[in-house]
C-alpha cells in the first residue's frame, strides 16, 4: 500500500512524484515507456523552453486561453521564481532569449530531465518503467491501479499522463478516459500549437519563406474572428510559425462550423496600405524604368513577387512609369491583405500541445484534487489549460505538478 500513486512522468508528473515523495509520503511514480520525460526532451527543439521571464502573474496567464486562470492559484505559490530556483539550486543555469523564453545555459533538455530523474529518486520515490496501467478503481478510500500483472493500492493517486499529442513519447488519451469513468467532464481534446494546412497550388514555391513580422487575420465566413502578429513561416503543407500555432485552435474551432475559413494575410503590418503606396509612388518617380517584378522585391522576399503579382493581375515586366494610380493602389492592398483559404489544422498527434481535458471546474486549483473524486489529483496537459509557445506550458505542468504533489502526507 502506497500514499501516493503518481501515473505518467512526464515533468507535472516527476514534478508531482518528486514533492510528495519530498514530504515524507510513500509514493510511486508509474510510467508505461522505458524512460522519463520522453516528450521533454523534444521540448524547444530538444532545447526545452522551461518558463518564461514574465514576471507578472496576471501577464503570465493571459497568455493561456480562458481556462487560463485556474492557474492564479498554482502560480502564487510556485511561479517561474521558484521554478528556477529549483533547477539552480541543484547545479543548472539558464538564459534568457527573445520573447522572455527561458532555456537551460547547455542548450540541453536532456539536462533539465537529469535533474528531475534525479529529484524523484533522491526523494525517495520509487519508480516503475514499462507497466501500462489498465485501469484505476476507486474502492471505499483506497484506488486500486491496475497493470497488466500486479495491483498497486494507494489512498491517493495522482494522473499526469498527459493529452494527445506526439503519441510516440507514451501520450495515449488513457487519462481521459480514466477522468471519464471516475465521473469527470473532459471537454473535448482537439489540437493547439500545431501547423495550419492551405490550399494552393504554389506552397512548395513559397517553402522556407519567413517573416519576423506578420499580420494574419482569421475569417470564418466573410467575419474576422481573430488576428495576431508575429513570426510566421510558409511550409510545404501551407503555414506555421509561432502566431499561426497560436491561433491554430481557433482555427480548428471554426473549421468545425464554416462554410468557408480563410487567412488574411498583411507582409508590411508596419506600413498603413497609404503609407505602402507612398513608397510606392516614391519608387515609381525615382526608377521609372525599373520593372514592378524588380520594385516589388524590395517589399516581399522574392520568391513571392510572381504569385502576389498574378493575385493582383499585373505584368511583372511592366515599367513603373506605366503602372497607373490604380494599379498602384491595388499591389498595395494585395501586401496587406493577402488571402488563402485554411483547409484543416495538422492532427493532434503533431500539436505541440492537447487544448481540452479535464473541466478546471471539477478541480480544485488550490490543491489540483478533484472535486468530485476526494484523493484523485490531476496534473499537467490532462487538465483542460493551454497556453502559447515560450515557456508557458511548461511552467503550467511544473506548477500544477508541484501543487499535486504538496500536502500528499496525511
Known sequence: MFDVIVIGAGPAGMMAAGRSAELGAGTLLIEK??????????????????????????????????????????????FNKELLRFFRKRGLDFKVERGGKVFPITDKAADVLRILVKYVKDSGCKILYRKEVLDVIKRGDVFDVITKDTVFSSKKVILATGGLSYPQTGSSGFGFHIAKKLGHTVMKPKPGLTGVILKSNFLKEWQ??????????????????????????????????????????VIYDALESAKRVFLSIDFKPEMSSGGLEEAFQQEFKNSPARKISNMLKEFVPATLVRRILEATRLDGDKRLSQVPKEERRRLAEKLKDFRMTVLFVRPIQEAMVTCGGVSVKEIDPKTMESRIVRGLYFAGELIDVDGKTGGYNLQAAFSTGWMAGSGQKD
Not at 516528450?39 to 523552453?49: D, F, I, P, V, Y
Not at 470564418?220 to 502566431?243: A, C, V, W, Y
Open 33 to 78: 515507456t522505458d524512460s522519463s520525460g520522453k516528450k521533454l526532451l523534444l521540448s524547444g527543439s530538444a532545447r526545452c523552453n522551461i518558463t518564461n521571464t514574465c514576471e507578472q502573474v496576471e501577464d503570465f496567464i493571459n497568455n493561456f486561453s480562458e481556462s487560463g486562470k485556474f492557474l492564479r492559484n498554482a502560480f502564487s505559490v510556485f
Open 208 to 249: 522556407g519563406v519567413s517573416f519576423d513580422d506578420a499580420a494574419v487575420s482569421v475569417y470564418k465566413d466573410d467575419l474576422l474572428i481573430h488576428k495576431d502578429r508575429g513570426e510566421m513561416i510558409f511550409t510545404h503543407f501551407g503555414i506555421s510559425g509561432p502566431i499561426i500555432m497560436h491561433m491554430s485552435a
